[in-house]
């Protein structure tokens, strides 16, 4: 055996698991393991029984070796020994010093060790004092918030003197790790000790702290959850007490799951929330309740972050566009850009686009196929006639039978929040003394600023930016400035004859055909029948009449069809349609048999596209006044009085005398009478008229002109020209007299219709007579003074006029 040193020992060690033994320390141990039992026998019959008690530093090792505990121990001798039936042993240890391990002496089945005595050391009685008041004082605000320290154990804590003593009692009745209290153990001399836990102590205390505040926080929202919950069953008996049925409770329970499903903005969850609250409260059969419900059911059914995925395919695109509509190129082309930028772009406004155009060329048609082409819903909302503002906007909750305003609604019916959204006949709008519409559109149709539209109704912010806004209209100067000055103006023009000829073919006729139970090879239009439709039974912008006057004679030969009894082909050409249609309706080109005196062809725009405006003059013998007849506005009279006084101004230079208008009375018509007309355009044509009658020249039967007159006799440019030429070109005009200020917009007109009409630019009222009077051989016209200036008699005239 080897040969222990004086200051050394040699005992049975037993390791422990989950605690750690001090000194001065009595506690029971149940020990189950075998070598810890050999351990504890040998300790009882040859070690007067002191034994050597260390903590494993792991204790899910169920047979431990020398590197799997810590070194630092505690010698203890064991008090009582009591065998149990299960083989396992109870034994009552007391704790004596602290020791460390120096080495295995012998394993017998269990371990011999060598242990060396580890003294505590001291410290001055007046630091020591220091610690154990400081530690104490810890210890009892600690025992504050844990209950498994009582005010006894404190108390008899506080009452120890011996400093070692105080501390290993002190840390053997603390919950702390194992680790934890290890560290104390092991703390080398007992100033060490002290500080150590003491901060130990200090942290718990920290934790304790935060511990309490935590359980204080939970136990409210348990306590106010229970309180709830008992006061809503309170609820349901008072309400099955008073006559409220199971269904009333069932439904409320029905929309508490409905709005915890619901994705909803902050703002719209809180608002919704707070309804809701107030809702269980009230009797289900009172009037505030349903006006609550009903709030509750409108958030509800709003598509707030429901969005439908657009897949952007441009190719796609821009075959359904044109599977839809012919023609229409600008608006085709705006849309399909709007695509790639998105395709590039996470997020994009949605655009505010406006259709202006006459009726039936297809406004809203295309906006269902923008729809199509996007893969979006589509929404449409009427606008005209609408005068309330809170048709737009919704009325407040406080009125009777309050309801949210059309862009909500809508947005009910699309049940996603990107939909193409068309507010058609956005123009058509009035104002009374209940709001102006229009200034309501104001913040829908604005992209900074419609991402927080508010509806009086809800009264709360809703995000309209991802909605792509078409609207439409037949003119522009009816839309408020301030309104179309947030919108894109995209102009459809109306079609041609060819263009319409296309439409009937590829489109209106197919459709005619399945709506009136027909397949393709039944029936059959030529060419000529179409064309016959297009000049002589419809004379319109768009399409709209044109598709009546088919579906007209596919009605006409389906009863035909049904009197024979027989289902052979039928062909409709141009012959047979004054058969189908009766008498024609229009007279196909109004140019005149014969070239006209007095008779000037003027050009005209109006809401369903361009017309061609006759003038005729009359002179007769009189005083020299005028007279406009035709029902014109006093803009066009106006343009009248300068085209005369320009004439006089000229007078000289046309051969004139000075007062012939003295001696005459002109009188200018403008048929029809009964149609309102009016506009500054068709002041060259009646200055064209006046000349002709006074001159006697005819006016060239196949030219007409459009422009506005100055008293200097130059010619100022117009608006609407696209649907003036093709005015011209459905009239068989051959040649268009235009400002030359207007070749700008040449740029716009189908490249068709500028090849099949000859245009010509003109920038004075002298060109425009030069061109459309028929002169005899050997005249010619204004060849004293040079165009666009006075003559010197008039100019010596002028010079005697007092001012």
Known sequence: MALVSSSEQRLPMMPLRDIVFFPHMIAPLVVGRQ???????????????????????????????????????????VMQLLRLPDSTIKVLVEGRKRARFVRVAADKGFFFVDVADEDVGSVTASESEAYMREISQALETYAGFNNKISKEVVASLAAITEPDKFAFSVCSHLPLKSADKQRVLEGGDLGSMFETLLGLIVREVEIASIEGRIRTRVKRKLEKSQKDYYLAEQMKAIKQEMGGSEEVLSDLDELEKQIKAKKLPQEARERIDKEFGKLKLMPPMSAEATVVRNYIDVIL?????ERTVVGIDIDRAEKILDEDHYGLQRPKERILEYLAVQAQVDKVKGPILCLVGPPGVGKTSVCKSVARAMGREFVRLSLGGVRDEAEIRGHRRTYIGAMPGKIIQSLQKAKVNNPVFCLDEVDKMSTDFRGDPSSALLEVLDPEQNSSFNDHYLDLDYDLSDIFFITTANSLSSIPPPLRDRMEIIKLNGYTEEDKLQIASGFLVPKQLDANGFVAKDIAFAKGAIIELVRRYTREAGVRNLEREVAAICRKIARERLKRGSSRRNRVTQAAVARYLGAPRFRFGLVEAADEIGMATGLAWTEVGGEMLQIETVLMPGKGKLTITGKLGEVMQESAQAALSYIRSRSICL??????????????????????????????????SMVSALLQYPVRRDLAMTGEITLRGRVLPIGGLVEKLLAAKRGNISKVLIPKENERDLKEVPARIVKSLEIELVDSVDQVWRRALILPEGVELLREMPEGTFCAEMVDLSANVTH
Not at 301 to 305: F, G, R, T, Y
């Open 655 to 688: 051969g004139f005398s000075p007062d012939f208008y003295q001696k005459l009375d002109i009188h200018v018509h403008v048929p029809e009478g009964a149609i309102p007309k009016d506009g500054p355009s068709a002041g060259i044509t009646m200055a064209t």
């Open 301 to 305: 059914s709003l598509p707030w972050l």
């Open 35 to 77: 070598r810890s039992v050999r351990a504890l026998e040998e300790a009882m019959a040859n070690c007067d029984n002191r034994i050597f008690l260390v903590t494993q530093r792991d204790a899910a090792v169920e047979e431990p070796g020398v590197d799997s505990i810590y070194h630092v121990g505690t010698i203890g001798r």
